[in-house]
């Protein structure tokens, strides 16, 4: 179902049907297999030091503030407080582990049923955008009638829309529906399909050859069949981008569940994490790093992961055409 | 492989493991509250602020109530921060209409939920315990506690009228001293008292330390005091001023600011002239910088005018003994200290306001009250608790002279506050601009923050009597033009020839796009239109919108005509986007462009770059924060010795140079999470055939002229489609700054979404609020439509027929 349960299938699957696909994958393979050639992109030697030089410098840029807040979570309050992040903890006895109990303990940040929450929403929403763009992708991409690309250009100048448009509206019509302080508001947007996603779909679905659906079809398969059968397994690469893209909106995601959720039973990790922030200041910035750093831990570990379809699939789907 | 295959295997059970337990306890959540609602049939939601102490007394007082009273189940809401997050989050309960049962009420709160009638009197309760003889732990109270509780509608005034809430605690305000400081600098610490000129000549004395023998590398201040509305009251008060004057009949007359005469800005004047020209007080600027910190860093003198709050987190200093002592004067008749207060009020949508109010009597009585204080946060409204030792030498809790607290009530005051939450807004957000940028005198300051306020409460919104929206006409005239189009579509399906393939074809396509055309009405369309038709309209949506009222073009007319911080939001908005857009845009395309390079280890570099964006929003923000300090910030720790080659500062971000430098703080801030356009541009670098670039080199070109003559115009659709999401995105930007700026300081970083957001859900203009939202969306449109008619012959559209 999402990408964390059931890896997508690898490329190559996919590779086959679709030669956009294909061209794309080779591009990205001869790259890797002719280190030395020069051809685009190919690069003399003093180029690679130049370009290794810039790579190492940037680097350290992106890596710095990971370095910050991980140092700073394993700091006393009084060090934190001082600014001190750079240096790091003298000797093995002074760093201070308990900094990350302390801060997922009940009494402050209570981790485990907001992290439950983050969880079962995320979740939720992850299926939720996987079924529904799917299914609208593949309507835009295989059937014909009236109105469909008026409909489609509709949908995709939405995306100019400014949620703040719509935000007070649609909080007024869940608290109609009784929704308020539940997580309906978070995940039913999220099955009801977004039209970047639905575009990715459409544009792998249209390029698969119709000779493939005939065959299915004179096979006896009809349009269910042949979108959940067929259409579904060829495209784990868009599945995979939409899941994690979804994952990484859904987790961090703060102003919804600030409006919508009330209860300190229904808190998401965000809000646990703004808890954070005292009356009078933060006086407990080192706990609020270690906090931090447990928050933002899935994003990194899914990063890695899943990076391969980050880095590689985003050229196979939707949006290269 | 197989070592990467199996931790990829590892890794993806952990996750469902961690997902199929994530349901189950969420369920299973469910469902004890199920039980829970069962058995406990009375269900009280109550909410308040604190740090993690307090919230654990009023934890612990809950269970003891629960314990008690089987019948009822309360459910603890709990904001961090101080009173101004939890009344934004009590506003969006009310408006969703599920407001808590009971909450702590701030006083300023007060007269704008009395006001609005949305919270419940309890005089009736209190008569009941007068008739019963149970009246007598009234009379326990600290007399003003009762008065402070009191407010009257028609004269607007706090004091007299009805009582609105059951006093929880409150604190007299004093200063804070560093003991040690004083003995060093030869300075008496002034238990009995002091005037203004010995409090500076004190901070002279003691900011002379800086940098003395016992003292080296340090920079000491004499004093600290918080910008405050509460403090500034304070401060004017031991001049002889006042923010407001007053009517005849003793009432306050809001319109009358008083802030121009001459004790208030003999007050003003201090404050500039010890924290700006002196330098002998503390004048944090950027963000994360706190005098309240340098204080227990030993290096401030005495911070005030603060309450007895302090006392928890100043218990775990050892390393300087600290006292309490009491506010300076002017003159011994202008001594005065405000009292910060709190109260257990009743909400008046309350379903249970009986057991509300037996709740409410539980909450502030003696056994709270003497855990409240053994906390230390605040004194007891209870005389008899007060003067117990409960309060006046709890064990090993300093400061020992508690008993000053009590004997600042002889000289207390309880401070009027107007109904328009606009007030504190206004005064907080601009008078930072003399008093802590120094930009204006104090004059002219006071002047800008009058003109608005008399601006804001002469807006024609509030002035005029605007009549009901005929809802029941519009809703007419809505369903009549759905109805229209609806048939005209209908009708214009029904002549085109179909077979009976293409009808089946048709029926299965719109079915396969449901999911999106009900979204699109539901969330989308219909709230397009709801929220063009409020904009038209004045809604507090703390009442039914059968209450709104038909304002016409008012609400836009005020936006353009009369609201300055509109413009100021749009200029900070234009600024964020101007800037950010293009260099987020070039950064992201020369980091692909590095990134495409066929180099060993490039997919490292590649992780490394991309890992950024995947932390966004609250992470981000607090990360962030830290960094951009000012005095103790990273950034500027590597930019001083650059920036001192060149006879400069560097900047400070969030402090006086917030004007030029926040936004582009937001920017870099935004660069760190290149990562996420770059992956885009990499994207499509990757899908350009080499055969084109074989050809160019063939031709004769070098790696410049393939960049623009090959690679950018393969690219422009990309680019195009990133410039295009990348505006949209910019002028939406809100988290960062709700969470690190709050749009200070001198609303430098006040962006349109965030003061939009303060419209709707701080001060409760839904219609004004849904008007903004219609400017930004038909400014987002034009510059849309701007870049497709500019980008027409920029855009090379023939790389993406493969």
């Given at each position: 179902m999402t990408s964390l349960q059931t890896p997508p299938k690898p490329t190559e699957t996919v590779a086959h049907p679709t030669p956009v696909v294909g061209a794309a994958g080779a591009a990205a393979s001869t790259g890797m297999m002719r280190p030395k050639a020069r051809g685009p992109g190919g690069v003399s030697r003093t180029q690679a030091l130049l370009a290794y030089t810039l790579l190492t410098v940037g680097s350290l840029v992106f890596l710095v503030p990971f370095y910050f807040v991980v140092n700073g979570s394993l700091k006393t309050d009084a060090e934190v407080q001082a600014g001190d992040f750079i240096t790091p903890p003298q000797s093995l006895d002074d760093v201070q582990w308990q900094n990350y109990p302390r801060a997922l303990a009940p009494d402050r940040m209570n981790f485990f049923p907001a992290l439950a929450n983050t969880v079962v929403i995320t979740t939720l929403s992850m299926i939720g955008q996987v079924i529904s763009c799917s299914l609208v992708g593949y309507g835009f991409a295989r059937f014909r009638f009236r109105g469909r690309s008026l409909l489609f250009m509709v949908m995709l100048s939405?995306?100019?829309?400014?949620?703040q448009v719509t935000m007070i509206p649609v909080f007024v019509l869940f608290r109609m529906l009784g929704m308020i302080d539940t997580f309906w508001p978070l995940v039913i947007p999220m099955w009801l399909a977004s039209p970047f996603f639905v575009f990715m779909f459409r544009q792998f679905f249209a390029q698969i050859p119709e000779e493939l659906v005939e065959a299915a079809r004179i096979d006896g398969a009809n349009n269910w069949t042949i979108y959940w059968r067929l259409m579904m397994p060829l495209c784990g690469p868009v599945i995979a981008i939409v899941s994690i893209y979804t994952f990484l909106a859904a987790w961090n995601d703060f102003l919804a569940p600030l409006i919508y959720l009330n209860s300190p039973g229904n808190r998401t990790l965000t809000l646990a994490l703004n808890a954070f922030r005292g009356q009078f200041g933060n006086s407990d910035a080192h706990l609020m790093m270690a906090a931090a750093v447990v928050c933002m831990l899935p994003c990194v570990v899914l990063f890695f992961a899943a990076q391969r379809y980050f880095v590689e699939s985003v050229a196979t789907s939707g949006l290269k055409t | 492989m197989t070592l990467a295959r199996a931790a990829r295997l590892l890794l993806g059970f952990v996750a469902l493991l961690i997902v199929v337990w994530s349901f189950f306890d969420v369920g299973y959540r469910a469902l004890a509250r199920g039980r829970m609602a069962q058995e406990r049939p009375i269900t009280l939601q109550i909410l308040h602020w604190g740090n993690a102490a307090e919230a654990g007394v009023v934890q612990k007082l809950v269970e003891r109530y629960e314990q008690d009273n089987p019948q009822v189940r309360i459910i603890r809401i709990h904001t961090p921060g101080g009173d101004v997050e939890m009344s934004n989050k009590l506003k969006t309960m009310l408006a969703a209409g599920t407001p808590p049962d009971l909450f702590y009420l701030p006083p300023g709160l007060l007269p704008e939920m009395a006001q609005m009638e949305l919270i419940r009197p309890i005089d009736e309760y209190l008569e009941q315990e007068r008739r019963s003889g149970t009246a007598g732990f009234l009379d326990d109270y600290f007399p003003i506690m009762i008065d402070a509780w009191k407010y009257d509608v028609d004269s607007q005034t706090v004091g007299r009228g009805k009582m609105y809430g059951l006093p929880k605690d409150f604190t007299t305000a004093g200063f804070w001293v560093n003991v040690d400081l004083f003995k060093a600098a030869g300075v008496d610490v002034p238990y009995g008292g002091w005037t203004w000129d010995q409090f500076e000549a004190a901070c002279r004395r003691i900011t002379s330390l800086s940098g003395t023998s016992g003292f080296e590398g340090r920079k000491i201040y004499g004093g600290f005091f918080q910008l405050w509305d509460a403090t500034i009251r304070n401060i004017l008060w031991t001049y002889g001023g006042e923010f407001f004057g007053r009517r005849p009949d003793g009432g306050v007359d809001f319109r009358n600011v008083t802030l121009d005469e001459p004790a208030a800005l003999e007050a003003l004047r201090m404050i500039v002239r010890t924290r700006i020209n002196e330098g002998i007080v503390y004048n944090p600027t950027g963000i994360a910088q706190d005098g309240g910190q340098e204080f227990i860093n030993g290096n401030i003198g005495c911070i005030g005018p603060i309450g007895r709050w302090m006392v928890p987190t100043y218990k775990s200093i050892t390393s300087f003994n600290w006292d309490f002592v009491p506010i300076p004067y002017k003159s011994k008749e202008h001594q005065a200290s405000q009292i910060y207060y709190t109260a257990w009020s009743m909400t008046a949508g309350t379903e249970h306001p009986d057991e509300s109010y037996k709740l409410m009597k539980f909450l502030c009585g003696a056994e709270g009250a003497v855990m409240q204080s053994e906390l230390g946060l605040a004194i007891p409204p209870l005389k008899s608790v007060a003067y117990s030792p409960a309060f006046l030498?709890?064990?090993?809790?300093?400061?020992?002279?508690?008993?000053l607290f009590l004997d600042a009530i002889e000289y207390a005051r309880i401070p009027q506050v107007p109904s328009q939450a606009q007030w504190r807004r206004i005064l907080e957000d601009r008078i930072?601009?003399?008093?802590?940028?120094?930009?204006?005198t104090p004059l002219e300051n006071v002047k800008e923050i009058e003109a608005a306020w008399l601006a804001e409460l002469n807006s024609p919104l509030r002035q005029r009597r605007w009549p009901l929206v005929r809802w029941d006409l519009v809703l007419a005239v809505t369903a009549a033009i759905v109805a229209t189009a609806v048939t005209m579509l209908w009708w214009r399906s029904t002549r085109e020839q179909l077979g009976p393939l293409d009808r089946a074809q048709a029926r299965a396509g719109w079915l396969f796009i449901m999911p999106w055309v009900l979204g699109f009405l539901a969330l989308t369309l219909g709230p397009m239109i709801a929220s063009l038709l409020l904009s038209f309209t004045s809604w507090s949506a703390m009442t039914t919108i059968t209450e709104a009222r038909a304002v016409g073009a008012a609400n836009y007319r005020q936006l353009f005509a009369a609201d300055p911080t509109f413009c100021q939001s749009l200029k900070v908005t234009f600024y964020f986007v101007a800037l950010a857009v293009p260099v987020t845009q070039l950064a992201a395309l020369g980091v692909a462009l590095l990134m495409n390079?066929?180099?060993?280890g490039i997919t490292l570099f590649r992780t490394i770059y991309f890992v950024p964006a995947v932390i966004s929003g609250v992470v981000l923000a607090v990360l962030w924060l830290q960094i951009f300090n000012n005095d103790y910030g990273v950034l500027n720790e590597i930019l001083r010795p650059i920036a001192h080659q060149f006879g400069a500062e560097p900047p400070d971000w969030f402090g006086r140079d917030a004007a030029r430098w926040a936004i582009p703080a937001f920017v870099i801030m935004g660069l760190w999470g290149v990562g996420g356009g770059m992956i885009i541009y990499l994207a499509g670098l990757k899908g350009i055939s080499a055969s084109l670039y074989e050809a160019a080199t063939i031709d004769g070109a070098g790696p410049i002229r393939r960049l623009w003559n090959v690679t950018l115009p393969m690219l422009s659709p990309l680019i195009f489609y990133n410039l295009v999401m990348g505006i949209i995105g910019s002028f939406q930007v809100f988290t960062q700054a709700y969470v690190m700026t709050g749009a200070g300081p001198d609303n430098a970083t006040l962006f349109y979404v965030l003061n939009l957001f303060r419209q709707a859900f701080e001060f409760h203009n839904m219609g004004y609020a849904s008007a903004m939202a219609w400017v930004l969306f038909l400014i987002v449109l034009a510059v849309t439509i701007l870049i497709f008619r500019a980008s027409k012959n920029l855009v090379y559209y023939e790389g993406l027929k493969t």
């Amino acid at each position: 179902m999402t990408s964390l349960q059931t890896p997508p299938k690898p490329t190559e699957t996919v590779a086959h049907p679709t030669p956009v696909v294909g061209a794309a994958g080779a591009a990205a393979s001869t790259g890797m297999m002719r280190p030395k050639a020069r051809g685009p992109g190919g690069v003399s030697r003093t180029q690679a030091l130049l370009a290794y030089t810039l790579l190492t410098v940037g680097s350290l840029v992106f890596l710095v503030p990971f370095y910050f807040v991980v140092n700073g979570s394993l700091k006393t309050d009084a060090e934190v407080q001082a600014g001190d992040f750079i240096t790091p903890p003298q000797s093995l006895d002074d760093v201070q582990w308990q900094n990350y109990p302390r801060a997922l303990a009940p009494d402050r940040m209570n981790f485990f049923p907001a992290l439950a929450n983050t969880v079962v929403i995320t979740t939720l929403s992850m299926i939720g955008q996987v079924i529904s763009c799917s299914l609208v992708g593949y309507g835009f991409a295989r059937f014909r009638f009236r109105g469909r690309s008026l409909l489609f250009m509709v949908m995709l100048s939405t995306m100019m829309l400014p949620a703040q448009v719509t935000m007070i509206p649609v909080f007024v019509l869940f608290r109609m529906l009784g929704m308020i302080d539940t997580f309906w508001p978070l995940v039913i947007p999220m099955w009801l399909a977004s039209p970047f996603f639905v575009f990715m779909f459409r544009q792998f679905f249209a390029q698969i050859p119709e000779e493939l659906v005939e065959a299915a079809r004179i096979d006896g398969a009809n349009n269910w069949t042949i979108y959940w059968r067929l259409m579904m397994p060829l495209c784990g690469p868009v599945i995979a981008i939409v899941s994690i893209y979804t994952f990484l909106a859904a987790w961090n995601d703060f102003l919804a569940p600030l409006i919508y959720l009330n209860s300190p039973g229904n808190r998401t990790l965000t809000l646990a994490l703004n808890a954070f922030r005292g009356q009078f200041g933060n006086s407990d910035a080192h706990l609020m790093m270690a906090a931090a750093v447990v928050c933002m831990l899935p994003c990194v570990v899914l990063f890695f992961a899943a990076q391969r379809y980050f880095v590689e699939s985003v050229a196979t789907s939707g949006l290269k055409t | 492989m197989t070592l990467a295959r199996a931790a990829r295997l590892l890794l993806g059970f952990v996750a469902l493991l961690i997902v199929v337990w994530s349901f189950f306890d969420v369920g299973y959540r469910a469902l004890a509250r199920g039980r829970m609602a069962q058995e406990r049939p009375i269900t009280l939601q109550i909410l308040h602020w604190g740090n993690a102490a307090e919230a654990g007394v009023v934890q612990k007082l809950v269970e003891r109530y629960e314990q008690d009273n089987p019948q009822v189940r309360i459910i603890r809401i709990h904001t961090p921060g101080g009173d101004v997050e939890m009344s934004n989050k009590l506003k969006t309960m009310l408006a969703a209409g599920t407001p808590p049962d009971l909450f702590y009420l701030p006083p300023g709160l007060l007269p704008e939920m009395a006001q609005m009638e949305l919270i419940r009197p309890i005089d009736e309760y209190l008569e009941q315990e007068r008739r019963s003889g149970t009246a007598g732990f009234l009379d326990d109270y600290f007399p003003i506690m009762i008065d402070a509780w009191k407010y009257d509608v028609d004269s607007q005034t706090v004091g007299r009228g009805k009582m609105y809430g059951l006093p929880k605690d409150f604190t007299t305000a004093g200063f804070w001293v560093n003991v040690d400081l004083f003995k060093a600098a030869g300075v008496d610490v002034p238990y009995g008292g002091w005037t203004w000129d010995q409090f500076e000549a004190a901070c002279r004395r003691i900011t002379s330390l800086s940098g003395t023998s016992g003292f080296e590398g340090r920079k000491i201040y004499g004093g600290f005091f918080q910008l405050w509305d509460a403090t500034i009251r304070n401060i004017l008060w031991t001049y002889g001023g006042e923010f407001f004057g007053r009517r005849p009949d003793g009432g306050v007359d809001f319109r009358n600011v008083t802030l121009d005469e001459p004790a208030a800005l003999e007050a003003l004047r201090m404050i500039v002239r010890t924290r700006i020209n002196e330098g002998i007080v503390y004048n944090p600027t950027g963000i994360a910088q706190d005098g309240g910190q340098e204080f227990i860093n030993g290096n401030i003198g005495c911070i005030g005018p603060i309450g007895r709050w302090m006392v928890p987190t100043y218990k775990s200093i050892t390393s300087f003994n600290w006292d309490f002592v009491p506010i300076p004067y002017k003159s011994k008749e202008h001594q005065a200290s405000q009292i910060y207060y709190t109260a257990w009020s009743m909400t008046a949508g309350t379903e249970h306001p009986d057991e509300s109010y037996k709740l409410m009597k539980f909450l502030c009585g003696a056994e709270g009250a003497v855990m409240q204080s053994e906390l230390g946060l605040a004194i007891p409204p209870l005389k008899s608790v007060a003067y117990s030792p409960a309060f006046l030498s709890p064990p090993g809790i300093p400061p020992h002279n508690a008993k000053l607290f009590l004997d600042a009530i002889e000289y207390a005051r309880i401070p009027q506050v107007p109904s328009q939450a606009q007030w504190r807004r206004i005064l907080e957000d601009r008078i930072t601009k003399s008093l802590q940028l120094g930009k204006v005198t104090p004059l002219e300051n006071v002047k800008e923050i009058e003109a608005a306020w008399l601006a804001e409460l002469n807006s024609p919104l509030r002035q005029r009597r605007w009549p009901l929206v005929r809802w029941d006409l519009v809703l007419a005239v809505t369903a009549a033009i759905v109805a229209t189009a609806v048939t005209m579509l209908w009708w214009r399906s029904t002549r085109e020839q179909l077979g009976p393939l293409d009808r089946a074809q048709a029926r299965a396509g719109w079915l396969f796009i449901m999911p999106w055309v009900l979204g699109f009405l539901a969330l989308t369309l219909g709230p397009m239109i709801a929220s063009l038709l409020l904009s038209f309209t004045s809604w507090s949506a703390m009442t039914t919108i059968t209450e709104a009222r038909a304002v016409g073009a008012a609400n836009y007319r005020q936006l353009f005509a009369a609201d300055p911080t509109f413009c100021q939001s749009l200029k900070v908005t234009f600024y964020f986007v101007a800037l950010a857009v293009p260099v987020t845009q070039l950064a992201a395309l020369g980091v692909a462009l590095l990134m495409n390079l066929k180099l060993r280890g490039i997919t490292l570099f590649r992780t490394i770059y991309f890992v950024p964006a995947v932390i966004s929003g609250v992470v981000l923000a607090v990360l962030w924060l830290q960094i951009f300090n000012n005095d103790y910030g990273v950034l500027n720790e590597i930019l001083r010795p650059i920036a001192h080659q060149f006879g400069a500062e560097p900047p400070d971000w969030f402090g006086r140079d917030a004007a030029r430098w926040a936004i582009p703080a937001f920017v870099i801030m935004g660069l760190w999470g290149v990562g996420g356009g770059m992956i885009i541009y990499l994207a499509g670098l990757k899908g350009i055939s080499a055969s084109l670039y074989e050809a160019a080199t063939i031709d004769g070109a070098g790696p410049i002229r393939r960049l623009w003559n090959v690679t950018l115009p393969m690219l422009s659709p990309l680019i195009f489609y990133n410039l295009v999401m990348g505006i949209i995105g910019s002028f939406q930007v809100f988290t960062q700054a709700y969470v690190m700026t709050g749009a200070g300081p001198d609303n430098a970083t006040l962006f349109y979404v965030l003061n939009l957001f303060r419209q709707a859900f701080e001060f409760h203009n839904m219609g004004y609020a849904s008007a903004m939202a219609w400017v930004l969306f038909l400014i987002v449109l034009a510059v849309t439509i701007l870049i497709f008619r500019a980008s027409k012959n920029l855009v090379y559209y023939e790389g993406l027929k493969t």
